[in-house]
């Protein structure tokens, strides 16, 4: 099995702010993009009982699930076609990577049913779901970080061992292990995630 790999989101990304700055927080790294393309049909619907039995990656049950799951290998992702035309796309670690699968899935219909053009007309990120941690050997007195922001945060460590943090007025949420492990989600672009981390981490040292 290929190893997977992270996009860091770093300053490389966006170039603004200084290195000095950055050298001061964890940068987080790319986890997982979740996406939404439209696909356009020439006869104005998709059929995914023919599309499942034309393409040999996907996998089709319409009496569990409205969609059609479609699996490409470059980039690494899955997609969830429904017959509107909407594809969801999960599993890339770049915007590019999303943009690159809706149209692979665009290409892999128009080529399993030549009598339909299929076009994408739109790929809009839907969260970005990225993890750091505060530093080697370094943890989280997730207990005290409860008590001193209960009313923001859900924690119930008998349940789930993760600590979910969701602050007022931030583009991010964060999921806190007591290893010093961080995840955030809910952020819809890299400065989302990159910025929302910054203002939040302080918090958490």
């Given at each position: 099995?290929?190893?997977?790999?992270?996009?860091?989101?770093?300053?490389?990304?966006?170039?603004?702010?200084?290195?000095?700055?950055?050298?001061?927080?964890?940068?987080?790294?790319?986890?997982?993009?979740?996406s939404?393309?439209?696909?356009?049909?020439?006869?104005?619907?998709?059929?995914?009982?023919?599309?499942?039995?034309?393409?040999?990656?996907?996998?089709?049950?319409?009496?569990?699930?409205?969609?059609?799951?479609?699996?490409?290998?470059?980039?690494?992702?899955?997609?969830?076609?429904?017959?509107?035309?909407?594809?969801?796309?999960?599993?890339?670690?770049?915007?590019?990577?999303?943009?690159?699968?809706?149209?692979?899935?665009?290409?892999?219909?128009?080529?399993?049913?030549?009598?339909?053009?299929?076009?994408?007309?739109?790929?809009?990120?839907?969260?970005?779901?990225?993890?750091?941690?505060?530093?080697?050997?370094?943890?989280?007195?997730?207990?005290?970080?409860?008590?001193a922001?209960?009313?923001?945060?859900?924690?119930?460590?008998?349940?789930?061992?993760?600590?979910?943090?969701?602050?007022?007025?931030?583009?991010?949420?964060?999921?806190?292990?007591?290893?010093?492990?961080?995840?955030?989600t809910?952020?819809?672009?890299?400065?989302?995630?990159?910025?929302?981390?910054?203002?939040?981490?302080?918090?958490?040292?």
């Open positions: 099995m290929r190893k997977r790999t992270y996009i860091p989101l770093d300053d490389s990304v966006w170039g603004t702010e200084d290195d000095t700055e950055t050298s001061k927080f964890p940068v987080p790294m790319c986890h997982n993009i979740v939404t393309s439209q696909i356009e049909c020439s006869s104005g619907w998709i059929d995914l009982q023919r599309v499942s039995l034309l393409l040999p990656n996907s996998r089709y049950d319409r009496k569990r699930f409205a969609a059609i799951t479609i699996r490409i290998h470059d980039p690494t992702c899955t997609g969830l076609l429904f017959s509107s035309g909407k594809l969801v796309i999960t599993g890339s670690i770049s915007m590019y990577a999303c943009i690159l699968a809706a149209h692979t899935i665009s290409q892999l219909l128009c080529e399993s049913d030549s009598s339909q053009d299929f076009r994408i007309v739109s790929c809009v990120v839907q969260n970005i779901v990225a993890h750091a941690e505060i530093g080697k050997g370094l943890c989280v007195d997730v207990d005290a970080f409860y008590k922001y209960c009313e923001y945060a859900t924690y119930q460590k008998n349940v789930f061992p993760g600590l979910v943090f969701r602050p007022p007025d931030s583009p991010i949420v964060l999921l806190i292990f007591a290893s010093g492990k961080i995840v955030c809910g952020g819809k672009s890299c400065e989302d995630i990159q910025n929302g981390f910054r203002r939040l981490f302080p918090l958490i040292q």
